[in-house]
């Protein structure tokens, strides 16, 4: 007779991962195989380890871990995404050299699955059940994501100290984003007023993006950067606003975590020329040939 049970390649790695630390660290023994080792599926070890994050006086571990696992038996694409999402780690993060490792110690992922059982209860109207753990997570990891807001799967949020996202904000999948990184309205609207930030996006240290506007796809947000308008599809953009200083040359830049945008010692594209032999009067002249993006906001105003 043949197990039709697919293998779980990521679980029995994590697994294989915590029973070689329990041997090389037997101090963190019992920390191994309470989070690990003593659980049959990821789902299980990640709804203890989340629990026992984000207990508090009023609704301890015990219960909280089973609300989690209620909601991963409701919903199996919680699984899948905390797949997808511990893959994007493994691969885009060079600090990152176990799978056991965001699972354990990783609060941009941690965040992030906690974040996912808050949408599933929103999705049930357990509006107050969704708020608090949202509030939860915010206190323990410092990530404030609304459960409301839209997020794919693939996600990376790097150290994510400070990260905020919108009750009507969507990330698609494969998108890659750091610390300090704002998806927020701009103040003054109701209803629909936060980013849609498109497949494969790359959102770098401290970048600000604001209102309801369009990243688009495979396009590169500079650390630091305040986003006010919507970016092109493989778009780079920096600055206070942010403008366009060019476009990039790879599909996914999330994947790649190139977090450069140019070579100073030359003008950007499409000219590309020796800084010290560019003729252009002003970069956004160089940039644009039809003219800066403030001279094309006039014309289109007229």
Excluded at 91 to 107: E, I, N, T, V
Excluded at 126 to 149: C, G, M, T, Y
Excluded at 277 to 285: A, G, I
Aim: proline share 5%.
């Amino acid at each position: 007779m043949t197990n039709d049970t697919p293998r779980d390649v990521i679980w029995e790695t994590i697994r294989s991962e915590a029973a070689e630390g329990v041997w090389r660290e037997p101090m963190l023994s019992s920390f191994l195989h309470s989070s690990i080792l003593s659980h049959k599926t990821l789902e299980d070890a990640l709804c203890f380890v989340l629990a026992h994050k984000l207990e508090s006086v009023t609704l301890p571990a015990l219960s909280l871990r089973d609300l989690m696992e209620e909601a991963h038996t409701e919903d199996p694409e919680l699984g899948a995404c905390a797949r997808a999402d511990i893959e994007a780690v493994r691969h885009r993060d060079p600090a990152c050299r176990m799978y056991s490792q965001p699972l354990l110690y990783f609060k941009g992922y941690l965040s992030l699955q906690a974040y996912r059982i808050a949408h599933h209860y929103w999705h049930q109207d357990r509006i107050h059940l969704a708020l608090f753990l949202q509030s939860r997570i915010s206190e323990r990891f410092a990530v404030d994501i609304h459960p409301a807001a839209q997020i794919g799967r693939g996600i990376f949020i790097d150290h994510a100290t400070g990260v905020v996202i919108g009750e009507t904000a969507v990330v698609e999948d494969n998108v890659s984003m750091l610390h300090a990184v704002t998806l927020g309205g701009t103040g003054k609207e109701w209803g629909d007023r936060h980013p849609k930030v498109r497949h494969g996006v790359l959102i770098a240290a401290g970048a600000k993006i604001l209102g309801n506007i369009e990243i688009g796809e495979g396009a590169k947000v500079a650390a630091g950067a305040v986003v006010l308008k919507s970016v092109p599809a493989h778009a780079t953009v920096a600055g206070v606003p942010a403008r366009r200083i060019g476009m990039e040359t790879s599909d996914q830049p999330a994947l790649d975590m190139d977090q450069q945008i140019g070579d100073s010692a030359v003008c950007a594209p499409p000219c590309n020329c020796p800084i010290d032999s560019c003729k252009r009067e002003t970069l956004p002249r160089c940039m644009f040939p039809n003219g800066s993006e403030e001279e094309q906001d006039g014309a289109e105003k007229k």
